[in-house]
């Protein structure tokens, strides 16, 4: 017959193994637990806060229409006078540029013998040695001359080399307004004037009296 004393005292300190084991277990948690509550402490993980993306810029561009010229100087001209025909007084350029005339309108004689003094078309005589107009105007005008006109004289002459009277329509040429300008100082210049549509007088063009 065996003897059990030796089983027993295996079993009692497997027990006792067992039992330290666990208390040293729980002394850790503790220990552990301890540990936590003394520090006192809250950790906070917060998430990467993404770059923020910013919307491009418009910048609203305001743009200033230019200033509106103001309307030119156009004197005595009537509205829809687009001819004129009569002597030049007077001619005279001011420190702006801006040049005028005195203006003596005349009246020119028809073929029937009467008169008119305002033309459709421009009023363009040939070659003459009378007088084909008559003055009656009782006052004079004042007109403004486009920077651009343009001065036409007489390119030939109203004589034939031969002497004969010259019956065919001048030849025109255009000359510089500073020769009109001189003709106006020397004496009492006739001419037909041309209006553009603003009023101021585009041509000039010198009677071609003999």
Known sequence: MSNP?????????????AGCSSGSDSSRGAA??????STGSTT??????PPTSTAPVTTATTTTAPPTSAAPDVGDWEQG??????????????????????????????????????WDTEPILGWHSDVPWINTNG?????????????????DHCNLP?????????????RPLEEFA?????????????????????QVRLDPAC
């Open 32 to 37: 552990a637990t301890t540990a936590v509550a």
């Open 162 to 174: 031969n002497g004969d009277f010259n019956t065919n329509p001048p030849t025109w040429a255009t």
């Open 182 to 202: 001189q003709e106006v100082k020397n004496g009492y210049a006739v001419a037909s004037l041309s209006f553009g549509p603003n009023g101021l007088v585009t």
């Open 81 to 118: 006078l687009r001819y004129d025909f009569g002597g030049v007084t007077t001619m005279a350029t001011a420190a702006n540029g801006l040049t005028t005339i005195e203006f003596d309108r005349y009246a020119l004689y028809t073929e029937s013998g009467s008169t008119v003094d305002h």
């Open 44 to 49: 906070t993980t917060s998430a990467p806060i």
């Open 5 to 17: 004393r030796p089983v027993i005292l295996v079993i009692a300190l497997v027990l006792a193994a």
């Open 139 to 155: 006052k004079l005008r004042r007109y403004t001359v486009a920077p651009d006109a343009r001065y036409l004289v007489a390119s």
